[in-house]
């Protein structure tokens, strides 16, 4: 990987980790789990693609949501006690030069059923069908400093939103001649933070 590209990778990676940590900062109180958690996001990535020696920039934006459901819950530390949830996604992708993308498939969350003092960690696991990609595998991780969203309804909410701010790395590996694999690292968010002027009070930490 050229020096360029290593810089530009490691621009998004500390940008990513300084949004994450800057939205997500005053707004643990109000999250608290619920049955039926809707994480819609937006975001953006960018990273390398590459096929045998070589290597191209690969970046998106993107839009999705998820749909989970407790699984179990185990312990009982500061924060609540630790709560696996799973359930479906569904996303796309749109970038300048080439056609959109759709995704979806499984994620699986690991958090606390209040604020999560531990962060909030997550997998997706699907496929994607467009663009130049197709069709084609694709993992995502991702992180939050804090239990995003979930709102002040308390356990047992019939629907409750959880989305906030979370670092991501995707990697995504196409079916084609070669099979090229992309690596990307990005940030999502949700809607409300570009939806002025409410998305003031979102960048200021409330949820």
């Known amino acids: 990987m050229s020096w360029k590209r290593r810089r530009m990778t490691s621009v998004w990676i500390g940008l990513a980790a300084s949004l994450a940590v ?94 999560a003092s531990w962060g909030t960690y997550g997998v997706r696991f699907g496929g994607g069908y467009g663009g130049d990609e197709i069709p084609y595998f694709v993992t995502s991780f991702w992180g939050s400093p804090v239990r995003a969203g979930a709102g002040g309804e308390g356990r047992g909410a019939v629907f409750a939103k959880a989305t906030g701010v979370r670092i991501t790395v995707s990697i995504l590996r196409m079916f084609q001649p070669g099979d090229p694999v992309a690596t990307v690292f990005g940030v999502e968010m949700e809607p409300e933070y570009f939806l002025p002027p409410y998305s003031l009070f979102k960048w200021g930490g409330k949820h």
């Open 22 to 115: 800057l939205c997500g900062a005053g707004g643990e109180a109000l999250a608290q789990s619920g049955d039926f958690e809707v994480g819609p996001w937006l975001g953006w990535a960018a990273g390398i693609k590459s096929r045998g020696a070589s290597e191209t920039d690969y970046g998106f934006l993107s839009a999705g949501f998820d749909v989970t459901v407790p699984v179990e819950t185990f312990g009982s530390v500061y924060g609540g006690a630790f709560e696996w949830r799973m359930g479906p996604w569904v996303g796309a992708t749109l970038a300048p030069d080439r056609p959109g993308t759709g995704e979806g498939g499984l994620t699986m969350i690991l958090t606390q059923t209040e604020h």
